[in-house]
């Protein structure tokens, strides 16, 4: 591919925000003389389980890594029912662990593992179920634990893009036997890189740190500390560790995050209210179980049933400066799994005629009155015309 310019947005997709406490906790490490895997390191993942009210926090260099050290520490090689509508780092993840992902298609409503399909699709090989908190709606997860428990299958939830999202007052990520989330760049809480694991369960939390650190049991730091330097390598690891100045940034973000929630809440109440009355223009439907964390604002664009405009709005939003964007392509239409695994297309309609209507609309926030008008009026304007 020809490299190519980027577009500069009036209004982009979404933005990371920082100020002068991010600069100055980083400056901290910089400072310190200790960059990598160290102090901050533990600082962040102590205040990440008391914000989760988990027991266990392991940080990682992203959540795809979070997804693959979840997966191989579980000893998951068999199938994994997951959703189609996801990003596709969600079944890569199954992949490398040497599972085998198994589509489900979704809930045309909320774009979520459809849960009253997830019981067919169980076989003998059967080992997991990975719910994907669909733009930061958290799935109905009273159902997908229930069938879990029934069956005697682990959950590991991909809440990369639900961080603060809840189910009945808990965090989306704290239900299964592993949570899955992602600080990457546009996501709800930003180390650039880097990831995590949740879960209560202690041994499986050891085998997650041994995997992140070459599948050592002890770090750097604290041989440092008892002044020895005897390891052993008990199994196969990979470096996944997240750098100390990335941590710095993530305790910053993190004592951010409630109030920026409430911010993510409030744009989108104002789309919500704005779209309602819109022809062809249909959010997402929200249920009473649920807290969104908005990592994205999702709309299905379909004026008189067609399926060709929702391209032209992205497009039109473009040339007006507004970042809008799709997500996700259905993992089984990307030809990597059609050839690896045979799926075709028609094979999970649900997903496939969420992925013709969607469509992003920013939503990050920093918006300010202004930009959020802006966004509403553009996208009023362009519906207003194809519905003439
Ligand atoms: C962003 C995202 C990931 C991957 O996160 P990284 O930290 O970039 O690896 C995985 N699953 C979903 C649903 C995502 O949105």
Redesign the pocket.
């Known amino acids: 591919m020809t490299q190519q310019k980027q577009k500069k947005f009036n209004i982009p997709l979404c933005k990371p925000s920082f100020n002068a406490s991010e600069l100055t906790a980083v400056r901290e490490v910089l400072d310190s003389g200790w960059v990598a895997h160290g102090p901050k390191n533990k600082e962040f993942e102590s205040l990440l389980r008391d914000f989760f009210h988990v027991g266990e926090v392991i940080l990682l260099n ?6 693959e050290a979840a997966l191989v520490s579980s000893g998951i090689t068999g199938e994994v029912i997951i959703p189609s509508f ?2 596709s ?2 079944a890569n993840a199954v992949v490398r662990a040497g599972a085998t992902p198994v589509f489900c298609d979704v809930e045309w409503k909320t774009g979520n593992i459809d849960a009253s399909l997830v019981e067919g699709l169980i076989t003998k090989k059967t080992e997991a179920i990975m719910p ?1 908190h ?1 733009a930061g709606f958290p799935c109905d997860m009273d159902a997908i634990m229930s069938i879990a428990k029934k069956h005697g299958l682990r959950v590991i939830e ?1 809440s ?2 639900c961080i603060g999202g809840k189910w009945n007052g808990k965090f989306a990520g704290t239900f299964g036997d592993a949570g ?1 989330f ?3 760049a ?2 709800n809480i930003t180390t650039g ?3 995590m694991v949740t879960t209560n369960d202690t041994k499986l939390a050891d085998k997650m740190r041994r995997f992140r650190n070459h599948g050592i049991d002890s770090d750097h730091r604290q041989r440092a500390e008892l002044g020895t330097w005897y390891y052993e390598m008990a199994d196969l690891g990979y470096n996944y560790r997240i750098t100390d100045i990335q941590c710095a940034l993530g305790l910053s973000q993190l004592r951010k995050l409630p109030d920026r929630l409430i911010r993510r809440q409030e744009i989108a109440q104002r789309y919500n209210k704005a779209f309602s009355g819109i022809p062809g223009i249909r959010p997402l439907t929200l249920v009473p179980e649920v807290y969104h964390a908005y ?1 994205l604002y999702v709309i299905s664009y379909c004026p008189r049933g067609s399926n060709t405009s929702r391209g032209d709005l992205f497009v039109k939003l473009h040339e007006k400066g507004i970042g809008a964007n799709i ?1 996700y392509i259905p993992v089984h239409l990307h030809p990597f799994y059609q050839k690896r695994f045979g799926y075709q297309k028609g094979d999970y309609p649900k997903a496939e005629k969420a992925y013709e209507q969607i469509i992003s609309l920013p939503i990050y926030p920093r918006m300010d009155e202004r930009d959020i008008r802006r966004v509403i009026e553009t996208v009023t304007r362009i519906a207003e015309v194809y519905a003439a």
């Not at 992203?62 to 997804?67: K, V, Y």
């Open positions: 992203s959540c795809a890594s979070a997804l996801t990003m780092a969600t994907v669909f991909d990369a893009e899955c992602s600080f990457w546009t996501k890189e880097g990831g990592h997500h």
